[in-house]
Nanobody
Framework: QVQLVESGGGLVQAGGSLRLSCAAS????????MGWFRQAPGKEREFVAS????????YYADSVKGRFTISRDNAKNTVYLQMNTLKPEDTAVYYC?????????????????WGQGTQVTVSS
């Protein structure tokens, strides 16, 4: 069984930065792709970023490309999402997810395990 715990969310002004962390339990982390998704009130969950098992392949949603960076530390079983130049439209609950396949995906259904989420609020 895999458990994912996100942290690092909070309230920030537009233009500011936050770094989200997702700590994973279980031995599958280092051989699994990881992803970040978000869900704003009244909207569907959407893909933000993903990273392959070894960190060598990353994907980003167009809306965050150039502002967000996904990374991972397999020794710490942790994946990160550095968010810079935040905008009010980035306000959402952010979820990390684990995909037992190697390379990552933009599709939520490809992910097997999900965290509980962390709230990010960007004020204008």
């Amino acid at each position: 069984q895999v458990q994912l715990v996100e942290s690092g969310g909070g309230l920030v002004q537009a233009g500011g930065s936050l770094r989200l962390s997702c700590a994973a339990s279980g031995r599958t982390f280092s051989s699994a792709a990881m992803g970040w998704f978000r869900q704003a009130p009244g909207k569907e969950r959407e893909f933000v970023a993903s990273i392959s098992w070894n960190g060598g392949r990353t994907y980003y949603a167009d809306s965050v490309k150039g502002r967000f960076t996904i990374s991972r530390d397999n020794a710490k079983n942790t994946v990160y999402l550095q968010m810079n130049t935040l905008k009010p439209e980035d306000t959402a609950v952010y979820y990390c997810a684990l995909d037992r396949h190697l390379w990552g995906s933009r599709i939520a259904d490809d992910y097997d395990y999900w965290g509980q989420g962390t709230q990010v609020t960007v004020s204008s």
